[in-house]
């Protein structure tokens, strides 16, 4: 018996997302075996995170790097090091931060806001978020001696109606002021890596280790300027200040590090042909089975680099009530349903291979069908 099984849960075939909900990604064999050997014997943990770090770095052409517990938790290790710098003094104040002088975190008012509600974490550190309207002008004249840093949320549907990075960094650059990009779900292509640091110029830029890159579920990547990684460690476990709750163990560093590796080694390409044959393979299988309305896309959801596919359901069935058919099949799958802020119709599913094996295909079409094919009662 597996141990979900024992627990009396049922394994569940991922046909949507990187939903941490679903558990994310899966690890490569090879990242599940570096976690076992770190499993099996002690380490000098600072030179570990720091070593990881300078890895980490290089893989992702940065000056520096951190591996923490996950996007959200960059984001906080972010505001804090933006705020405080290396300053135990200052550090020690938090959450209070009335005598902190960079307490201010710049946001762009917005839809996104509801979106993607991890701004809101930055409060755990006192920052003060202070909401400006979405024009770049507005948001340089908001700049001034308290402010810590502008953060950003790339992504095409998180940037509609708010100023693109592209717009907003080099202006912000030219005056000097930090800005952090969380880019936690905006891969593949690599190439974003170093995007949002080297070529538009943030100083720091997160992701998640648990989604595209793969790595374990609770780990996630910090790039960017020296000195500002430099303060996210210093803030950060094993040190017992604000970020010693985000502690990434050395199972997880050695599984993220070798995570990394692999997903810079496989390439775009490499990545984009395998989801394609798999979904060549759905869409033979859901037209066999009269599905009709097929479209192929060549982005992901959010803009990203990878295949997608849309199936419109017939008339009077709907993406939700898929998803919920075919999470309680005895194998259950979950399918890709949009929410309302995507603005599609209720009958259009959509399917990502890019957490699919190829022995899964088969279960992904049927669950589809099954549901299209369903007497209603
Ligand atoms: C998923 C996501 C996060 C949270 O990432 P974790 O790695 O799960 O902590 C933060 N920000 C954005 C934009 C995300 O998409």
Aim: glycine letters at 8%; a negative charge.
């Amino acid at each position: 018996m597996g141990i979900y099984e024992k627990l009396g849960l049922k394994h569940i075939i991922n046909a949507s997302e990187t939903y941490t909900n679903l558990g994310g990604s899966l690890m490569d064999s090879r990242t599940v075996a570096a976690m076992e050997e770190a499993a099996r014997g002690f380490v000098d943990i600072p030179e570990m995170i720091e070593c990881v770090g300078k890895r980490a770095a290089e893989l992702t052409h940065n000056e520096a790097a951190h591996v923490t517990t996950g996007a959200a938790g960059g984001v906080v290790l972010s505001a804090v090091a933006c705020m405080c710098g290396c300053d135990e003094e200052k550090l020690n104040l938090l959450p209070n931060t009335d005598d902190i002088q960079h307490r201010d975190i710049l946001l762009y008012e917005g839809e996104y806001l509801n979106l993607i509600p991890y701004w809101k974490l930055i409060r755990y550190t006192g920052a003060r978020i202070r909401l400006v309207k979405p024009n770049v002008q507005a948001m340089l004249d908001e700049v001034n001696e308290r402010t810590a840093a502008v953060f950003l949320f790339p992504g095409r549907l998180y940037e509609t109606g708010v100023p693109a990075c592209e717009d907003t960094i080099p202006a912000l650059k030219a005056k000097g002021v930090n800005v952090v990009v969380d880019a936690a779900a905006q891969l593949p292509p690599i190439s974003n890596f170093w995007y949002y640091t080297r070529e538009l110029g943030a100083d720091l830029c997160i992701f998640s280790g648990g989604k595209h890159i793969r790595g374990p579920q609770s780990t996630g990547l910090i790039v960017g300027r020296r000195a500002l990684i430099d303060a996210v460690r210093f803030s950060a476990a094993p040190n017992a200040q604000i970020g010693r709750p985000y502690k990434t163990g050395k199972e997880e560093l050695a599984g993220f590090i070798t995570a990394l590796e692999i997903f810079v080694n496989e390439g775009n390409e490499s990545l984009y042909q395998r989801q394609q044959l798999q979904l060549d393979r759905l869409e033979e299988l859901l037209r066999l089975g009269g599905l009709n309305e097929i479209e192929r896309l060549k982005e992901g959801r959010l803009g990203t680099f990878q295949p997608l596919m849309h199936v419109l359901l017939p008339a009077g069935k709907t993406a939700k009530a898929c998803n919920a058919f075919a999470r309680k099949m005895e194998q259950p799958v979950d399918i890709g349903f949009y929410g309302d802020e995507f603005g599609k119709a209720e009958n259009l599913i959509f399917l990502n291979a890019y957490n699919l094996s190829d022995d899964e295909l088969n279960a992904v079409a049927n669950a589809v069908l099954a549901y299209v094919h369903a007497e209603e009662n």
